[in-house]
Nanobody, 123 residues
């Protein structure tokens, strides 16, 4: 499965940005999807995940209330709407397919990774 990511860029603090990720095909099982990010000099961290049905979502505390994850199962697409961005959100964002239907917040449970897209938030 290949994951095509789009939507990164340079924005100012307080702006919004939307990331999208489309899988080249559906997997043989029902997999949750999600987003991770890696800031310069830091480890990759969980951002948000969503179940394969799209009826359950989970967020990192640092983005809860500002970011919204959604998915379109028919098109194998997951999106991340990012509002009220801050410079602390600057990172390379990665789309991920989980091994599990519920999605995952753990790196070791990611089955497929997309290429990263850089989000830069200036102050």
């Amino acid at each position: 499965v290949q994951l095509q990511v789009s939507g990164g860029g340079l924005v100012q603090a307080g702006d919004s940005l939307r990331l999208s990720c489309t899988a080249s095909r559906r997997t043989s099982s029902n997999n949750g999807m999600g987003w991770f990010r890696q800031a310069p000099g830091k480890e990759r961290e969980f951002v948000a995940s969503i179940s394969w049905r799209g009826d359950s979502a989970n967020y990192a505390g640092s983005v809860k209330g500002r970011f919204t994850i959604s998915r379109n199962y028919a098109s194998s697409t997951v999106s991340l709407q990012m509002d009220s961005l801050t410079p602390e959100d600057t990172a390379v964002y990665y789309c991920a397919v989980s091994r599990y239907a519920t999605g995952t917040s753990r790196l070791e449970n990611v089955h497929y990774w997309g290429q990263g897209t850089l989000v830069t938030v200036s102050s």
